[in-house]
C-alpha cells in the first residue's frame, strides 16, 4: 500500500500523526513528514488516518505512490 499526501492541501492538523504515529510525524509546527511506503502492519492505521484528516489531504492506493518511485 501507498499513501501521497497533498501537502498543499494539509493544513498540520497532526489528526494522522496522532493515528498513525509510525508512518506520519510532525517535523516543527506544520511541516508533516510521512512514510510513503506502508508498512503492512500500519495499513489500518493508515486508512483510519485518512478518514480522520479534516481536509482529505492523505490518497490511499496501490497506485498513489507509482510516480514517486
Ligand atoms: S491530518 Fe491531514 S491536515 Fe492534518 S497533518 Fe495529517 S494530512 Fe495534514
Not at 498543499?8 to 516543527?28: I, L, S
Not at 478518514?51 to 492523505?58: D, E, L, M, R, S
Not at 490511499?60 to 514517486?68: C, M, P, Q, R
Request: hydrophobic letters at 45%; charged letters at 20%; proline letters at 6%.
Amino acid at each position: 500500500m501507498n499513501i501521497v499526501v497533498d501537502l498543499n492541501r494539509c493544513q498540520g492538523y497532526a489528526q494522522c500523526a496522532f493515528v498513525a504515529p509510525r508512518v506520519f510525524t510532525m517535523h516543527g509546527e506544520e511541516a508533516l513528514l510521512y512514510t510513503p511506503a506502508v508498512p503492512d502492519d500500519q495499513q489500518e492505521r493508515v486508512l483510519r488516518a485518512e478518514a480522520a484528516c479534516p481536509v482529505q489531504a492523505i490518497f490511499v492506493g496501490e497506485e498513489a505512490g507509482a510516480g514517486a518511485r
